[in-house]
């Protein structure tokens, strides 16, 4: 156990669906990512949040929206995706932002999402 | 070895033996270095780093080396056990950057 909640697990969703994915630490750490794992890529930034202010913005289409609530939660809302968006998407969390010094991080168990 | 792409490198060891899981990292200017593990079904989880004004670390069976002039890093696991399969990840980082991440290597430890 990592301190980092993600849920759902699994994630099986149409194009045309709507849904959230939502990540909880309990560290009490101050920055939180999205990270997308697909199969033949390695890991790709998607979000940063420093203090609830979203700090980074890898590139992401606009199917995609964060949200940070609170330095604790952070949600992801899927809408319209694709196909290809079909990957593990990974939450993570750290004591400082990364772009500020060097943190670890520390990764939940992901959302495996499918999109048909 | 380490790659980006479409295939993920393996490693298949003896359970007892010592495994080597290098990495070939990109950015002269990195200064912080991580190593991951994965399991199935599981996020990464942390298992040991090193700053660039070492060349040697060691942590409970897993020892880092960085070769600044190559630009390698390498983790090793001795007498590596079944648990220890699993896919491994470097990272690098420099102070005002992100963590950037390897393809991973597929370490399969046979019993």
């Known amino acids: 156990e990592t301190g980092v909640t993600q849920t759902p697990r699994h994630l099986v969703m149409g194009m045309t669906n709507k849904k959230s994915l939502k990540c909880e630490q309990h560290l009490g750490h101050n920055a939180m990512y999205w990270y997308k794992q697909s199969a033949k890529k390695p890991l790709e930034l998607m979000f940063v949040y420093n203090f609830k202010e979203q700090t980074e913005n890898n590139s992401v289409p606009s199917r995609f929206s964060p949200e940070c609530p609170n330095s604790s939660h952070l949600f992801l809302h899927l809408h319209t995706l694709q196909p290809e968006d079909s990957a593990l998407y990974l939450c993570?969390?750290?004591?400082?932002?990364?772009?500020?010094?060097?943190?670890?991080?520390?990764f939940g168990s992901g959302t495996q999402l499918s999109v048909l | 070895g380490e790659s980006v792409g479409l295939h993920l490198p393996t490693l298949s060891v003896q359970e007892g033996d010592n495994s080597i899981i290098n990495c070939a990292y990109s950015?002269?200017?990195?200064?912080?270095f991580i190593w991951y593990k994965q399991e199935s079904g599981k996020g990464p989880q942390f298992i040991i780093d090193i700053r660039s004004n070492m060349d040697k670390r060691q942590g409970q069976r897993v020892t880092v080396l960085l070769n600044k002039t190559v630009k390698h890093l390498s983790l090793q696991i001795a007498a590596t056990q079944p648990g220890d399969s699993a896919v491994y990840f470097c990272?690098?980082?420099?102070?005002?950057?992100?963590?950037?991440f390897g393809g991973g290597t597929r370490l399969m430890v046979k019993p």
């Open positions: 993570a969390s750290s004591q400082d932002p990364q772009a500020a010094t060097n943190e670890k991080l520390f």
């Open positions: 990272a690098e980082n420099n102070a005002g950057n992100m963590l950037t």
């Open positions: 950015n002269s200017a990195s200064d912080y």
